[in-house]
Nanobody, 126 residues
């Protein structure tokens, strides 16, 4: 059974930092694109950052320069380092794994992704 389990969320003041982790089990994703999405209350799920199998990354305009995505294929884990957090970053953060493509493309559409974690809440207070 494939599972993605996020951790590292919490409550932080504006300007602070958090590091999210997404540990995969049940199969290896070392050759797959891994991505973080988020869903704020009352809004649709939106792309945050993605990383391909070789480490190439892509960020949404709202987080570029503040967030960094990385992966450790040996641990089957992807990370999201979030710095200079803002209240508008408050959301449930989800990791997702793609099974389409060659592992080079970073897809920004949620429907592309087959495997999802349960989400971790990030709350940024002003």
């Amino acid at each position: 059974q494939v599972q993605l389990v996020e951790s590292g969320g919490g409550l932080v003041q504006a300007g602070g930092s958090l590091k999210l982790s997404c540990a995969a089990s049940g199969r290896t994703f070392s050759r797959n694109t891994m991505t973080w999405f988020r869903r704020a209350s009352g809004k649709d799920r939106e792309f945050v950052a993605g990383i391909n199998w070789s480490g190439g990354d892509l960020y949404s305009a709202s987080v570029k320069g503040r967030f960094t995505i990385s992966r450790d294929n040996a641990k089957n884990t992807v990370y999201l380092q979030m710095n200079r957090l803002k209240p508008e970053d408050t959301a449930v953060y989800y990791c997702a794994a793609a099974t389409v493509g060659s592992g080079v493309e970073v897809y920004t559409t949620p429907t592309t992704y087959v495997y999802w974690g349960q989400g971790t809440q990030v709350t940024v207070s002003s």
